[in-house]
């Protein structure tokens, strides 16, 4: 099949390029002229395991434009995996999406399928069903019919998670676009489950929402652990082995931050509360993220009284290790808070520092940018982990305690076993388990 995809980013990159690996002839579309540059030169703007290689591989099945005309002309059928980032009050914003669909139909004298990867909320592939509908004014040839085909990749693990999918989510209006669809994702070894539009829709917010509740009731528990002793890690490997609860998003730290969990949770409150029907487990969620991502500040200032001159290392920007994606990742909060309370920050991050240094440039005992994890450590007084990348857990404690002398470590992602501190000088400070002297 011809497919075009209309937007590069994660999801429509990793679709583009995962669709010409299976052998279909597809075209990548953006407005952004330096990433479709990149592009043509086989380079991927994303920091994405595995997925310039396999562009590589499918490079003849595989080319990107910035002409929408050019792009949609012979399609056969249009993937939309354009952004709906979250807007002031909480809810989606859709411009991009319907701006995308305005572009298909002035491009094509014939309809064809068009099937929304974005993640809309439940109601909106209705709304655009009927949008086409209107400026198709009853002329058959040009129909077009709008499919729901949400997408559940995470960053860092995207090839994988698109290549073998745990299911594959269709929302349809016919018996025609289901076979399609079904067709179309024969290749792939994963259960297509076809639905009814809205369904499909509500089936992205509900799972991702589900998640980051998952990981704000496990941090909740984290912080009763610390009230009454107990140990998260014991806690939740006993939690999950109950098939029922399941071993997965029950890590304890600091709070979930990323491209998805922030927004979906919020657009779903928005729209729950504008039918009526406040989710209240959503807008607790919610809350306790916020309040999780100021954990480790709290606890260095229950320990210090004022946080004021003290030189702290901040080991990870990123909202999770294995990608440069900064966005709603707690580092932005706790970086911003050292601040506001005195505080010397000194960051390090594999990844994640030019675009970090864009939000908060350097500025002199205030926000540093280190050249490494340990120079970072050099000299401070406590080092934050605020995100798991493997080479944090090869800094040794024996290592915190030479670089920073009287060394605090408080550790946000539950990084080492505490235990691996006793005797090193080192003080260790974890979410729900015992401190470790
Ligand atoms: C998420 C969903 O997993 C994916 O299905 C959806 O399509 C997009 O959103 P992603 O944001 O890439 O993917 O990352 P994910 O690995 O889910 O982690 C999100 C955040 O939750 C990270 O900040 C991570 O540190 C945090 N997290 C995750 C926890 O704090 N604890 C956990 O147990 C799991």
Redesign the pocket.
């Known amino acids: 099949m011809n497919i075009t995809v209309c937007g590069t980013g994660y999801v429509g990159l990793v679709a583009a390029v995962v669709f010409a690996a299976k052998g279909h002839k597809v075209v990548g579309l953006d407005i952004d002229e330096a990433k479709i540059a990149m592009l043509k030169a086989g380079k991927s703007p994303l920091f994405e395991p595995g997925l310039e290689k396999l562009m590589g591989e499918s490079a003849e099945n595989l080319r990107f434009t910035v002409d929408y005309r050019d792009a949609y002309a012979d399609a056969d059928m249009v993937f939309v995996a354009v952004p709906t980032p979250e807007k002031a009050d909480g809810s989606a914003e859709l411009s991009y999406v319907m701006a995308a669909c305005d572009q298909i139909a002035e491009s094509r004298s014939e309809g064809c399928p068009v099937v929304i990867k974005s993640t809309v909320p439940p109601g909106t592939n209705a709304r655009i069903q009927e949008y086409f509908d209107e400026m198709a004014d009853g002329c058959a040839n040009r129909s077009f019919e709008v499919v729901s085909n949400p997408?559940?990749?995470?960053?860092?693990t995207a090839l994988r998670d698109m290549l073998y999918p745990s299911r594959i989510i269709v929302g349809v209006q016919s018996e025609k676009a289901a076979s399609l669809m079904r067709e179309l994702y024969r290749p792939f070894d994963a259960p297509v489950m076809v639905m009814d539009l809205c369904s499909a829709e509500l089936v992205k917010y509900a799972?991702?929402d589900f998640?980051a509740l998952k990981?704000s009731y496990?941090n909740e528990i984290a912080n009763l652990c610390d009230v009454v002793g107990a140990d998260i890690e014991n806690v939740a490997a006993g939690m999950g082995a109950d098939p029922r609860i399941g071993e997965?998003?029950?890590?304890?730290?600091i709070?979930?931050?990323?491209?998805?969990?922030p927004k979906d949770t919020k657009a779903l409150h928005w729209l729950s509360t504008c039918h009526g029907h406040e989710i209240k487990t959503i807008k607790a969620t919610i809350e306790v993220n916020t309040a999780q991502k100021t954990l480790l500040v709290a606890k260095a200032e229950d320990r210090h009284g004022s946080l004021a001159g003290k030189r702290i290392a901040v080991l990870g920007l990123t909202?999770?290790p294995n990608t440069d994606d900064l966005r709603d990742a707690p580092s932005l909060d706790v970086v911003g808070m050292l601040r506001d309370k005195g505080a010397v920050s000194v960051l390090f991050d594999p990844c994640g520092m030019p675009a970090f240094e864009r939000r908060y440039p350097a500025q002199p005992g205030v926000v540093e940018y280190a050249e490494s994890a340990r120079a970072a450590l050099a000299g401070a007084d406590m080092a934050f982990i605020l995100t798991e990348w493997e080479e944090f857990s090869s800094i040794e404690p024996e290592e915190y305690a030479a670089l920073m002398g009287a060394a605090e470590v408080y550790d946000g992602r539950n990084v080492y076993e505490p235990a691996a501190f006793g005797g090193s000088g080192v003080r260790y400070i974890s979410i729900g388990r015992p401190v470790v002297e």
């Open positions: 997408e559940f990749l995470s960053q860092g799972s991702n998640l990981i496990i997965k998003f029950l890590r304890a730290g709070g979930y931050g990323g491209s998805c969990f909202f999770k």
